[in-house]
């Protein structure tokens, strides 16, 4: 499967003089949180990048909520391939709005330039379509072995679901079955 541009992604590093500061954050502030979320998809979302105060951050924007621990959005997002397909068409359609004196808006519009430029999401969701095919393939090879398998011949006794018992105990068996019923 081929990988995106990680050139594009993570060579160029975010400086602080692409951002705006906030009352609470500085412009280096922004551009460590740039860097860390694109060295974050890069390294193909290893728990090891995803540091606490990388999920503190995160989870307030690109509109995304706490998942009430990094645990928890680390699962929501980042354990499968659509997990990760759902992440990046959230950050990717995130609308960016505010004012970058008071919101990370303009690290977000960053990043989404960053992830377009090295079409990631089409890789991931290439990625999950052959997850998809693979899982159907292998449910299709199980179930043709279950149900085209060919059956083993009947006994020869046996014709369309009924034992075949000759003509002359029939009649003793009819009898036997008439004395039951008394």
Request: aromatic content about 12%; hydrophobic content about 45%.
């Amino acid at each position: 499967m081929r990988r995106f541009h990680a050139q594009t992604l993570t060579r160029t590093l975010f400086t602080e003089q692409e951002f705006t500061a906030t009352k609470f954050s500085s412009a280096a502030d922004k551009a460590w949180f740039a860097n860390a979320l694109c060295r974050f998809i890069d390294s193909e979302f290893r728990s090891a990048f995803f540091t606490e105060l990388l999920y503190g951050r995160l989870s307030t924007c690109f509109g995304h909520i706490a998942h009430c621990d990094r645990r928890g959005f680390f699962r929501v997002f980042f354990e499968d391939l659509s997990g990760k397909v759902r992440f990046l068409e959230q950050a990717l359609n995130h609308p960016c709005l505010g004012d970058p004196a008071w919101t990370y808006c303009d690290v977000e519009r960053a990043v989404q330039a960053r992830l377009r430029a090295c079409d990631v999401l089409a890789l991931y969701r290439a990625r999950r379509a052959a997850e998809i095919t693979s899982a159907e393939r292998a449910l299709l090879a199980r179930l043709r072995t279950k149900y085209d398998a060919v059956p083993a011949a009947p006994p020869a006794d046996f014709v369309a679901g009924r034992s075949v018992v000759p003509t002359g105990r029939r009649k003793g068996l009819e009898a036997a079955r008439q004395a039951t019923l008394f």
